[in-house]
């Protein structure tokens, strides 16, 4: 079993519904176990600014699948909520991400894990410190923790955990 750590976002819809039925459905994979989801975080958008805030998060699991075939579970998942990858960074229903599969390197042309971007995105680290906050970069030997401080310093994203009952 490795532990893996998904990223889940959405902006489109009733967002906090959405990544709560997402956060379910990927629990209930019978090929996930130990899930774990952080607080939900209400964020501004980077890149593409002109769209509504996100709604993001990171869950923990372990599962016994192999990182192509999270994917494939992945990607059914964000299809069933009707994701349509039409603005490359836009607005979307349901985003999630394979952002690191145990301590492992994987480099294909569908899937590169860690997730290339997760160490530049404070509404990724953020949560994940929440769930694992001894957790280190597979490939940069750097904590979670150390990766964030340059980038919560910066104010470049704002970010606000949401209180949800």
């Not at 769930?131 to 919560?152: F, G, I, M, N, Y």
């Not at 470049?156 to 949401?162: G, H, K, M, V, Y």
């Amino acid at each position: 079993m490795e532990q893996v750590l998904i990223g889940f976002g959405s902006n489109l819809g009733d967002s906090l519904e959405i990544c709560t039925a997402a956060i379910e459905r990927l629990c209930a994979h019978p090929h996930l176990q130990r899930c774990r989801s952080s607080s939900f975080y209400r964020t501004s958008p980077l890149l593409v600014t002109d769209q509504p805030w996100f709604v993001n998060g990171v869950m923990v699991a372990e599962t016994d699948l192999s990182p192509e075939h999270l994917l494939e579970v992945i990607q059914q998942i964000e299809q069933e909520f009707g994701r349509e990858r039409q603005i490359h960074w836009g607005p979307r229903t349901l985003d999630l991400d394979l952002l690191a599969y145990g301590n492992h390197a994987v480099n294909l042309p569908t899937l590169t894990v860690p997730h290339p971007q997760l160490h530049l995105r404070r509404f990724v680290l953020e949560p994940l410190l929440e769930l694992v906050p001894d957790w280190v970069h597979p490939t940069l030997k750097v904590s979670a923790r150390e990766l964030l401080q340059p980038l919560a310093a910066s104010g470049d994203q704002e970010i606000q955990r949401l209180e949800t009952s």
